[in-house]
């Protein structure tokens, strides 16, 4: 996002200056582009050294009359600094020596007028901009201050707070240090390059998120480790924002009343130079909580009786939030999260928004078109504009998505623009219809950025607010959220990658960046096919292969992950498990666990005892998942965490979740001395038919031999064998039965059998038949002699099977009910698999995929 304008040597380091500002002010902010960073950790040809092995202290001077907000970014500045090189800047306030950076806000400091004064800063460069910074260099700029020194200049408060802490980020620290845990790299030194650097001016005016949906998770964890959602939490919600380039934040408002609940949440957040608003259904400054606990007092939330009461729960709350930098949510909703009755009385609706207009005028004592407003078209409120209801020019729009990422409404772009501007209120957490999705992050960045590319497109600029949840574990589609709303034409379809790659390399370094933006964008990817909460074992097709292929995709990734996190240094792993680890092993699992239970259930039909070893799955996979969310909650970061993975994702039946918890999925034993194996049918499938040798539908064999599956030999299922091999075969055959959608003139088949040699003198031979046609004896083995070793034996020998193709000519198969008889001839014939080529075989190292369809009913023979 950075540009940098270079000096050349043969140009005087004041004549630089001058035409580094002119050109500066000429480049609008559409030219913006992404370029070389302003801080090195190794010597440069232009610049100066802040830090060296040699120089060990400097001083940061920010003026005592800035912005309280200023200060603390700036004290924030020297703990990121001590942390990053062991060197704590001090502060000052007056000239003096060793001095080497300047920070200050031309709307506040005495100190930045100076500089605008003394020719050192140009003010058309920050004059009526909004939360612009500007970074460069300068030489002995006022009296008093000796050499180079880096000045960070906004146009405001938090302009110069994010110039402040886009040298934090620079040296190294991350937005995300405190809530994702991301350590810092040692440096000995730290340069700065020489130049003008900015981020011009945010594309969004306000950008933000709302904490929603926020127990057990967040609440509970907010309320062991800080006492409830206070100001001693929400402080480390603030400085994120603003390290993050945001300046706006619906509180959490479940069970808290955020400016009830501490009387330091506000003015906390005002100081710092975070804007507050209240969520879609909260109007007038004031939290649905603070209604619903004296609700004895205020009388029913019903505009229509109880005016006098409302009005009055409206302007306490426009008093108490007055002199502060506030949106106001106006307008109404029923009580709660709900709609105001099953009819859309926009005339009522409208009489509501005048009086709160008035309320407000009336406390500010100025027109209500100087407060900030918002009218958020959220849920059933979208049908009152649709339906023509009058809102004041000046108040914003908030469009909003439809829960799950999808914009429901844009502007007309062939109409009259609104005034008041438009915004977006976007979902990466719903607790809702059709089912909740809280427990991971289940949002693809490529969706995303489609999806406000959209709402960028169609003028949408004035508030983008972006529903996180319990904000962990949402951190890399948060993290994007706000990139995306300083500047969304940073963005294309080509450079999303780069973007992940770039989040990756924040946190965990350049040589992990790869292949962590590799897992990462791959989660992402896989999860968001169907959220947590909504998967089970009937969202993929089991028949086909599609649900383990899947689940192996998953399984797969999280072999990936963690084989990157056991080569992480240690000081890594806490971030690493939180962002990427975590999840992926988790979703893993999930898969697993209703993959396991889809098996269980169809082998339980069957009455096979295998159903038995996948519930044994599927109840680990159920425990595992209660041990990766304790390990989370107890063991990252020392148990920094705890409660954050309280969310019950596992048995929902509803849309929310259920109340016991999670719920074990319903998995089914079969009693194995039950079993009778057989009574399987086949239909044909892309133009073949193919067939687990196990999965017969009859079987003979004498008194003194079996049928012998033998799990998981060969190349898929299993093999299948008469034994014991020391007695006879006579009287033993398989029989398969099949459906063709297809006319066969001859028929061709291929037989996988093991890669038994011919230990009995002429080898090895089945009879195999037809309908009951006439049989023919096929030799599979007679060949795999020393004789032809290279060329038989051998190969046999190392693909494990021997393939034995018979061709009927002369048997002519039409659409219907078929049947195939196989006979041993020989003791220790091991069938594999049996492929009918129906005009579709092809070659496949695993002999294709199984096309079975079930148990046998009531299909008749054809004959």
């Not at 004895?296 to 409302?310: D, H, M």
């Not at 998505?401 to 977006?424: E, I």
């Not at 998953?554 to 000081?571: G, H, I, S, T, W």
């Amino acid at each position: 996002m950075f540009f940098a304008l270079k000096g050349y040597c043969y140009f005087n380091a004041e004549a630089i200056r001058k035409i580094l500002l002119w050109v500066a002010v000429l480049l609008p902010a559409s030219s913006l582009r992404a370029a070389d960073t302003f801080v090195a950790f190794g010597p440069q040809d232009t610049g100066f050294a802040l830090v060296t092995p040699q120089n060990r202290s400097f001083a940061v001077w920010c003026d005592k009359a800035e912005h309280k907000g200023v200060l603390t970014a700036v004290r924030n500045l020297q703990t990121d600094f001590e942390k990053v090189t062991a060197v704590r800047p001090e502060l000052v306030h007056d000239a003096g020596k060793g001095i080497r950076i300047i920070v200050g806000s031309y709307d506040k400091s005495p100190l930045v007028r100076r500089l605008v004064k003394a020719g050192k800063l140009d003010a058309g460069l920050l004059e009526d901009k909004n939360e612009k910074f500007i970074i460069t260099t300068l030489h002995a700029p006022l009296e008093g201050v000796e050499g180079d020194v880096l000045l960070i200049a906004g146009s405001d408060k938090r302009g110069t707070i994010y110039g402040v802490y886009e040298l934090s980020r620079q040296i190294g620290i991350s937005p995300w240090y405190w809530w994702a845990d991301v350590p810092v790299t040692r440096r000995d030194a730290v340069y700065i390059k020489g130049g003008i650097y900015t981020d011009g001016e945010p594309a969004v005016r306000y950008r933000g998120i709302f904490i929603n949906d926020e127990w057990p998770c967040m609440g509970g964890w907010t309320t062991e480790k800080f006492g409830g959602f206070n100001s001693k939490m929400y402080v480390h919600v603030y400085e994120l924002l603003l390290r993050l380039k945001a300046n706006f934040l619906w509180p959490a408002m479940w069970s808290a009343a955020f400016y009830a609940d501490d009387s330091m949440n506000s003015p906390l957040a005002d100081e710092m130079g975070i804007i507050i608003g209240t969520s879609h259904h909260e109007p007038m400054a004031r939290n649905h909580q603070e209604y619903a606990r004296k609700r004895k007092e205020y009388g029913p939330w019903n505009y229509q009786t109880n005016k006098e009461n409302i009005d009055r729960f409206f302007r306490e709350g426009i008093e108490r939030m007055k002199g502060k930098e506030e949106v106001v949510t106006i307008a109404m909703r029923g009580d709660g999260d709900a709609p105001m009755g099953p009819d859309t009385d926009t005339r009522l609706l409208e009489n509501i928004v005048k009086e709160q207009r008035k309320i407000i005028a009336d406390v500010t004592g100025k027109p209500a078109s100087e407060t900030p407003q918002l009218w958020a078209l959220y849920s059933e409120v979208l049908e009152y504009y649709d339906k023509g209801m009058k809102i004041p020019d000046d108040v914003m729009i908030l469009l909003c998505d439809d829960n799950w990422g999808d914009v429901r409404r844009l502007p007309d772009l062939n109409a009259k623009r609104h005034p008041g501007g438009y915004g977006m209120y976007y979902h990466v957490d719903l607790h809702g219809a059709p089912r909740a999705y809280q427990w991971l992050n289940m949002t693809q960045i490529q969706h995303m950025w489609e999806q406000l590319y959209l709402t960028y497109t169609y003028g949408v600029d004035e508030m983008w607010i972006l529903n996180v949840g319990d904000l962990k574990p949402n951190e890399f589609p948060t993290d994007f959220f706000l990139t995306m709303a300083w500047n969304p034409e940073r963005f294309t379809a080509g450079n999303l990658s780069d973007y992940t790659r770039n989040f990756c390399r924040q946190q965990f370094g350049d040589e992990y960046a790869a292949e962590a933006a590799r897992i990462l964008n791959l989660y992402c990817k896989y999860a968001a096919r169907v959220t947590a909460e909504m998967l089970d074992s009937r969202t993929y097709n089991l028949s086909n292969g599609e649900f383990k292929a899947v689940t192996d995709e998953f399984l797969a990734l999280e072999a990936y992950a963690y084989r990157q996190f056991r080569v992480l240094p240690d000081k890594l792993k806490d971030a690493y498990k939180e962002l990427i680890l975590f999840p992926v092993q988790a979703m893993a699992n999930l898969y697993e666990l209703y993959y396991a239970v889809a098996v269980n259930r169809k082998y339980a039909a069957d009455g096979d005892p295998r159903a038995n070893e996948w519930a044994d799955r599927a109840e680990y996979c159920f425990k595992r998942d209660a041990e990766l969310c304790y390990d989370y909650n107890h063991n990252i970061a020392g148990g920094k965490w705890n409660h954050l993975m309280d969310q019950t994702h596992i048995g929902y039946t509803s849309w929310d979740e259920p109340k016991e918890g999670n719920i074990m999925p319903e998995v089914k034993r079969v009693d194995a001395d039950a079993y009778r194996p057989g009574g399987y049918v086949y239909e044909e499938a892309r133009g073949v038919v193919v067939m687990e040798a196990e999965h017969f539908v009859e079987s003979t064999q004498s008194a003194d031999t079996r049928w012998t599956v033998i799990p998981d030999l060969g190349r898929t299922l299993s093999g299948l064998a008469l034994m014991p091999y020391d007695k006879p075969v006579e009287g033993a055959s398989l029989t398969y039965r099949m459906k063709l959608k297809s006319e066969l003139k001859g028929v061709r088949l291929r037989l996988i059998l093991d890669s038994t040699l011919p230990f009995i003198k002429g080898g090895h031979s089945y009879a195999i038949s037809l309908d009951g046609g006439k049989e023919r004896i096929i030799n599979y083995n007679s060949e795999m002699t020393w004789a032809n070793c290279y060329t038989k034996m051998y190969p046999a020998g190392a693909a494990r099977i021997i393939e034995s193709a018979v061709y009927f000519p002369e048997v002519d198969w039409g659409k219907g009910v078929h049947t195939l008889t196989i006979r041993p001839l020989a003791p220790a014939m091991v069938l594999h698999k049996i492929i009918v080529d129906c005009g579709g075989d092809e070659a496949s190292r695993l002999n294709l995929v199984e096309s079975l369809i079930g148990k046998a009913t009531d299909c008749k023979l054809r004959r």
